[in-house]
Antibody, heavy 120, light 113 residues
């Protein structure tokens, strides 16, 4: 049974970097048939896909244009987890953040969600 | 980006009656090489992540009651709840996974009349 466990701070100051981690159990971040995504949800923007990392002979990343200049998603094979880093945050980045395996597919799994508030 | 538009935004249905939610994509999400529509439906209750109900537009996820069904192809899709139960009160979302960026509909809030 695949499970995703999120961790990270719930409060980030404006202009700083938001960092979250998603620990994977029951699967491998290096799986060549899965992609590991971050999705956020806010009242103003709804559900918004941010990006993903996946391994197919080498590591790949895809990012949403809206955050492309500020986002990094990194796999950590030693800890079987992946992380989200979003720099230069503003109050517009306040949202519930989810880590997700394969959104839409029958193999999808969602983390529990982390409410991140951007405020001084 | 593919834009997903749901209708209606909210819906009130009596217990035991049928509920129908529509989702339209701005371009076809039918992949011709495998004849699959890359469309999923989710149910979300307060404080929980979205729960997958339907994938490939019409395949019910394991454990989902058979009163939930999905239909449609190309750009027009429908989620139907054949006989509304109290536990079905939630917000429902469609999502395409045809190509990144994956995008979601704005959600349909389903209530009991």
């Amino acid at each position: 049974q695949v499970q995703l466990q999120q961790s990270g701070p719930g409060l980030v100051k404006p202009s700083q970097t938001l960092s979250l981690t998603c620990a994977i159990s029951g699967d491998s971040v290096s799986s060549n048939i899965a992609a590991w995504n971050w999705i956020r949800q806010s009242p103003s923007r709804g559900l918004e896909w941010l990006g993903r990392t996946y391994y197919k002979s080498k590591w790949y990343n895809d990012y949403a244009e809206s955050v492309k200049s500020r986002i990094t998603i990194n796999p950590d094979t030693s800890k079987n987890q992946f992380s989200l880093h979003l720099s230069s945050v503003t109050p517009e980045d306040t949202a519930v953040y989810y880590c997700v395996r394969d959104p839409g597919y029958s193999t999808t799994r969602w983390g529990q969600g982390t409410l991140v508030t951007v405020s001084s | 980006d593919i834009v997903m538009t749901q209708s209606p935004d909210s819906l009130a249905v009596s217990l035991g009656e049928r509920a129908t939610i529509n989702c339209k994509s701005s371009q076809s999400i039918l992949y011709s090489s495998n004849n699959k529509n890359y469309l999923a439906w989710y149910q979300q209750k307060p404080g929980q992540p979205p729960k997958l109900l339907i994938y490939w537009a019409s395949t019910r996820e394991s454990g989902v009651p058979d009163r939930f069904s999905g239909s449609g192809s190309g750009t027009d899709f429908t989620l139907t709840i054949s006989s509304l139960q109290a536990e079905d009160v939630a917000v429902y979302y469609c999502q395409h996974y045809y190509i990144t960026p994956y995008t979601f509909g704005q959600g349909t809030r389903l209530e009991i009349k």
